[in-house]
């Protein structure tokens, strides 16, 4: 079972999952116990079956001589208490726990937990004697023990289950499309989700108050890039929030005060940087706006595609080709 959903059982106050997640905890010890489990079935059964299966035998022998009789029992029974006890135990003591487990696994293990974890405690000696034996091996042969491969799901297998849970109707369309645009981030380039500058809303910090706000209340996104005459001289970033504020204080509108210090990112064709390691820049730095600077010119990472810029002549200032 998943860690996760295991956890989900433990918020939801199912019986036994507190000590499941436990379980999960010391996973290496529960897997010991549960082979020593085995071990021992198969050893007693061996043990038993042996001489019970002679003794049932034996008299259908009678009519051979005495000392034939008896070794010919013996020889029989050993034959078929293999035969029979590695079956019984193949079938009833693997095979069918298993499918068990893999159509039931949540029930399963809610109900064996405890039974487990009791095994665990009374041969823990032993279990751990053996347990520690098995990582002296692993050490011999140059690994560490206690450590797996791919206990944590890459994006690409995330995206997987997400498919597969659309596939199974418990997420609706646009969710998996959501949480897949999320995960395909970290593979993007920061240049592949640049806007282009003649795109970019901007304003002109030597404009009159008048305009910058005329232009702020026809911007359609929440921000805007503050430059001097053209738009690659940025001065900063301006949140529509930040004027909102100064209005409800009963300040004066103070453009330049509420303008914010980009962050400058290197977005260029030689760039390793991923898009995906940009918000974390961003939160470092207060969450300001991203600006993303290459050769050739200036772009925002994060800003809608599409718009059609200013609806004024400054607008045409920084729509003369190129990226932004």
Avoid at 21 to 49: E, K, N, P
Avoid at 58 to 63: A, G, Q, R, V
Avoid at 122 to 127: K, Q, R, S, Y
């Amino acid at each position: 079972m998943r860690r996760s959903r295991v956890a989900e059982l433990v918020n939801e106050g199912r019986l036994n999952a507190k000590a499941l997640q436990r379980a999960t905890d010391r996973l290496d010890a529960h897997l010991a116990a549960t082979q020593l489990g085995i071990t021992l079935s198969s050893l007693a059964l061996g043990w038993v079956g042996e001489p019970a299966l002679a003794h049932l035998i034996e008299p259908l022998l009678y009519w051979l001589p005495e000392k034939a009789a008896g070794l010919s029992a013996h020889t029989m029974a050993v034959a078929l208490a293999f035969a029979v006890i590695t079956t019984l135990h193949i079938v009833l003591g693997e095979l069918a726990p298993k499918s068990l487990a893999l159509q039931r696994s949540e029930r399963t293990a809610l109900v064996i937990v405890r039974p487990l974890t009791l095994f665990l405690l009374v041969f823990g000696p032993a279990i751990h004697l053996l347990n520690s034996l098995g990582n002296g091996v692993l050490r011999l042969l140059g690994l560490r023990p206690g450590e797996g491969e791919g206990n944590l799901p890459s994006p690409k297998e995330l995206s997987l289950l997400v498919t597969a849970s659309h596939e199974a109707g418990l997420l609706h369309e646009a969710q998996e499309d959501a949480v897949a645009r999320i995960l395909a981030i970290g593979e993007r380039r920061i240049r592949e989700i640049m806007t282009p500058r003649n795109e970019v809303d901007w304003v002109d910090l030597d404009d009159s108050q008048e305009e910058i706000i005329e232009a702020v209340r026809t911007c359609r996104h929440e921000q805007l890039v503050v430059s001097r005459a053209q738009i690659d001289d940025v001065v900063g970033v301006l949140r529509k929030q930040d004027l909102l504020d100064q209005f409800l204080d009963g300040k004066p509108l103070d453009v330049k005060g509420a303008t914010r210090e980009p962050i400058v990112v290197h977005g260029g064709v030689g760039d390793p940087q991923g898009a995906g390691d940009v918000p974390d820049q961003a939160r470092a730095h207060g969450d300001r706006r991203r600006r993303v600077r290459q050769p050739g010119g200036h772009r925002h990472p994060d800003r809608p595609a599409g718009g059609d810029g200013r609806r004024d002549p400054r607008a045409r200032r920084g729509a003369d080709g190129g990226r932004a």
